[in-house]
């Protein structure tokens, strides 16, 4: 993966839960703008600390939807340790999401 400074964190993410969910369809917002001046993003030091996230994979068959945010979670570990501040995941089967 390309350094932190050539792709935007959204980019990131998006590359980071495609290739672990081998998802059927990925939307990666940031709506990081909705936030500005909260202290969150003032400490943060950039500007990408908020996004809404959706995506419908059957790596999620069986999982109960806490065991499916955790997954996503558990994938951006490294993007919540630098600067993401807050995500909104809706996580679907193919099925769920009439695929």
Do not use: C, W
């Not at 369809?25 to 959706?54: C, M, P, R, W």
């Amino acid at each position: 993966m390309a350094s932190r400074g050539l792709l935007s964190r959204a980019s990131r993410m998006k590359t980071r839960l495609q290739s672990a969910l081998e998802a059927t369809l990925i939307e990666v917002e940031d709506v990081s703008y909705q936030h500005a001046g909260h202290a969150a993003v003032k400490e943060s030091g950039t500007n990408e600390t908020h996004f809404n996230v959706k995506i419908v994979s059957s790596k999620f068959d069986g999982h109960n939807l806490v065991k499916r945010h955790r997954m996503v979670y558990e994938l951006l570990s490294d993007e919540l340790q630098s600067g993401l501040h807050a995500l909104s995941i809706i996580a679907k089967t193919p099925k769920e999401a009439g695929m």
